[in-house]
């Protein structure tokens, strides 16, 4: 792991954790079912990656690009569901502090997702260009 992909873990996982101890679960029923949801694609994406596979930094283990489940859609099922449960939570329970540390984390994941699309490239080519053209970055016909 390189020292730029080791800060990058250490801060997502900084801000994971204030997050979470800060307030995490939503208290609205709406907010709940969003948090709900956000986890199930989360871990969908990490069944669909195949737990072997899995990796909290940018650099690359897979030696075949996981086309299916999530990954059909989007590109950071994961991140995505990570954004859908903190998002929500800060909206919840809002305070300076938390949106803060909430953006803080949207731009290391934001980073993070950057770093691991040059290196997909670098290992899959042509290949990870064309998924890249048929699918988004985090939100599904979005972004």
Known sequence: MTPYSLLLVILQSVCLLYLTFTGIIAHTFIGFIIQLIGISVAIWGILSMRIGNFNIQPEVRATT??????????????????????????????????????????????????????????????????????????VPYLI
């Open 65 to 138: 690009l996981v086309e299916s489940g999530p990954y059909h859609w989007i590109r950071n099922p994961m991140y995505s569901g990570i954004l859908m449960v903190f998002v929500t939570a800060v909206v919840d329970t809002f305070s300076i502090a938390r949106l803060c540390i909430l953006t803080l984390l949207v731009i290391v994941l934001l980073l993070k997702i950057h770093k691991e699309e040059i290196l997909l490239f670098e290992t899959f080519g042509e290949v990870y260009t064309s998924y890249k053209e048929r699918t988004k970055r985090l």
